[in-house]
């Protein structure tokens, strides 16, 4: 719970203030003091009477009360200092600084958690430690720069990290982002990401609230928690943008090594973020554009004018637009060369639309109009405008500024010219705008933002036979289920699969052969992975070939039985589950064989999946060309692929105590598929 205290004290006091600002307890009253706190500020120090001009007290207890405490002495100390703050100075907010709690090891998170419950004990918030701080409309409780200019509309943010919040910044601010409400939840020992979310969500008012939320974690400890209040802002009316660090052994031992925590899988982090309506990034910089792209007017479609005066930057800017889905459409006709007459000898407007190093205010004006009101064809425009350092730009940025905002389709800044024209995109982002520095970059975020779809509603799971699937469960313990099992629940779920009996003697095979019918394929069963051991053998035609490959298959080192299945035909599908705590179950698809084995061409979502969610699952694979049918081939049923992938949600939502299935192959055409090999492992 984040208490009315952490966001409007109407008190603070600094506990180890300090008069040398390059200490975190300087710094803070500094930038509290500097940037105009209303409310009445207390230091903490046994040194001074008076820090910055602030009445010093030597302890804690000597403090009046006090609405907010920002800690900054030493991880031995604070303990002391909660108890006085929470139980005798009636502190309901605390902010702590200090490093060397959990993420110094089991000594450090047990006075981590002593900590935690102090503050819980006086239904207090905690944020901290091992953070930086937090910026309100009301006070500015950092001591690590730089410290933005409070927007009540600009992008809040939220950040497991301190130091990539101090850079995050440093990115943003010489981007001309704006920024509202900041946390930096440290070791998040009380308060994290999914609290924060919480209530920016609770709190949400679309005419005062930001529309737009950053967020760096490198830990996700509720993901359900997660998705509910970030599903709800995106709903809202919110674009939401997210780093989830520590995606590679490395990096979570890092991770481990920063705060303490653990990192998540990161095919379930992605499922994650694309059932809530989040666009995943994977750097500062590329959140700073996304962000930048949410303060434009939406792009409604994908075609993109490319409007430049330098060839190269326009150039490099197409390729990674259509490289990442966009269109950049050639554009022609009497209202094409209408412009061109406008232009200096020389330009193109077929798109990119040059109009040369001599290009004028006056020109971009004229193509942003044409674009805007005659060219159909066009979706959006991308600018990409700099100087040489021989003539100002003050009126190319005036004209850009006063068609953005008059303009329908929404127009992209690019003005790499950070140097050379400084002063003149100041005056720009002073009007109001962001630019963007770099084309290929900026390229390949809009290309991803414009792919990202809303969350899916609640799921509507079809109707399996629960008690069939229960009563299989039960009758097993933990560990790989015998093939008659597994088939009985694909066949529960209402997943097709191929006729298949299991046998333990020759005799039992021919019998079993005579009733499925030739060919058959046998397989040993025992062996996990039966083709590496010459476990299986297809297109058996007679009795004879039945006995021959019997014996041969039983004579493999851990065969228990062999599985005669009816022989099918078609293309090889994959499809598979994996429980991923604390992320419940990911349901995986793709092309079997070795689409899979060696490509890893396999799309993944959370379970329960929607059917949407699931076209688009089947929609990302590298492969999909094949499935929608390649080259006069028959391709496989979309519609039977995804009623398949819902049915084994609604297995895996019947049978939690699967943690691992694979369907490979599942055999599929236009008209059919079907389950030919399948292995279920279950965790009671």
């Not at 062999?562 to 991923?580: D, F, P, T």
């Amino acid at each position: 719970m984040i208490t009315p205290q952490l966001l409007q004290p109407s008190s603070i006091a600094i506990v180890g203030a300090s008069n040398d600002t390059s200490k975190p307890g300087g710094k803070v009253l500094f930038n509290i003091l500097k940037h105009g706190f209303a409310g009445k500020v207390f230091g903490v120090n046994p040194k001074e009477q008076q820090v910055q001009g602030v009445l010093c007290y030597s302890s804690c207890d000597d403090l009046p009360d006090v609405d907010l405490a920002i800690i900054a002495i030493a991880a031995h100390q604070v303990e002391a200092a909660l108890r006085s703050l929470a139980f005798h100075k009636n502190c309901k907010a605390f902010i702590l600084f200090s490093a060397g709690f959990s993420e110094a090891g089991d000594s450090g998170k047990a006075l981590e958690q002593r900590c935690v419950q102090i503050v819980e004990e006086v239904g207090g918030t905690l944020i901290g430690p091992n953070c930086i701080g937090v910026i309100t409309g009301n006070y500015k409780g950092v001591f690590a720069g730089p410290v933005p200019t409070y927007d009540p509309m600009g992008c809040d943010c939220v950040s497991a990290s301190g130091a990539t919040m101090v850079y995050l910044l440093e990115s943003a601010i010489p981007r001309g982002l704006k920024f509202r409400d900041i946390f930096s939840v440290g070791n998040s020992a009380q308060i994290g990401v999914e609290d924060v979310l919480e209530y920016w969500d609770e709190t949400y008012d679309p005419a005062h609230s930001s529309s737009i939320k950053l967020l760096y974690m490198e830990q996700i400890a509720d993901p359900m928690r997660f998705l509910k209040h970030a599903r709800s802002l995106v709903n809202k009316g919110c674009r939401i943008a997210a780093i989830k660090a520590g995606n590679t052994e490395a990096g979570s031992r890092a991770v481990s090594s920063h705060t303490g925590a653990l990192a998540g899988s990161d095919a379930a982090v992605s499922a994650l973020f694309r059932k809530a309506g989040i666009i995943r990034c994977y750097s500062r910089i590329e959140l700073v554009y996304v962000a930048a792209i949410f303060t434009i007017k939406p792009l409604k479609g994908n075609r993109i004018a490319v409007i430049t005066h330098a060839g190269g930057p326009g150039v490099m800017l197409t390729d990674i637009l259509v490289k990442g889905g966009m269109e950049v459409p050639h554009i022609e006709g009497a209202k094409a060369d209408e412009l061109l007459a406008k232009l200096h000898p020389g330009s193109s407007v077929s798109n990119p639309i040059d109009f040369l190093a001599t290009g004028n205010a006056l020109q971009l004006g004229e193509i942003l109009d044409y674009v805007d009101n005659e060219f159909d064809e066009i979706d959006g425009a991308v600018v990409v405008f700099g100087t040489t350092g021989m003539w100002r730009v003050d009126d190319v940025y005036q004209v850009l500024h006063e068609k953005i905002k008059t303009c329908r389709k929404p127009i992209f800044p690019i003005l790499p010219s950070a140097i050379q024209a400084a002063e003149e995109v100041s005056h720009f982002h002073t009007m109001g705008h962001v630019n963007f520095t770099d084309e290929v970059s900026f390229g390949y975020v809009l290309s991803r933002v414009n792919k990202l779809q809303p969350p899916y509603p609640e799921v509507q799971l079809p109707i399996v036979d629960v008690p069939r699937i229960r009563e299989v469960i039960e009758n097993n313990t933990s560990g790989y289920l015998p093939p008659e099992d597994v088939n009985a629940l694909l066949q529960a779920a209402g997943i097709v699969t191929a006729a298949q009996a299991t046998v333990r003697s020759e005799a039992e095979a021919i019998v079993a052969a005579k009733e499925l019918g030739f060919p058959l394929v046998m397989k040993v069963v025992g062996p996990v992975h039966k083709s590496d051991v010459g476990g299986v053998v297809i297109d058996i035609q007679n009795e004879q070939e039945i006995a021959a490959n019997y014996n041969r298959l039983m004579a493999i080192v851990g065969a228990e039985a062999v599985l005669l299945q009816q022989q099918r035909s078609g293309i090889e599908v994959y499809m598979g589950a994996k429980a991923e705590p604390p992320f419940g179950k990911l349901i995986l698809c793709g092309l079997g064989g070795i689409f899979v084995e060696v490509f890893k061409d396999v799309s993944a979502a959370l379970s329960p999946v929607h059917s949407e969610e699931a076209a688009r699952m089947i929609r990302r694979l590298r492969s999909y060309p094949i499935i929608q049918g390649i080259r006069g081939k028959p391709g496989v049923s979309e519609e039977l692929l995804v009623e398949t992938i819902l049915k084994l949600s609604a297995l895996l939502e019947a049978a939690p105590e699967i943690s691992e299935m694979d369907i490979n192959p599942l055999l599929g055409s236009m008209e059919s598929l079907v389950a030919v090999d399948a292995r279920i492992l279950i965790e009671r």
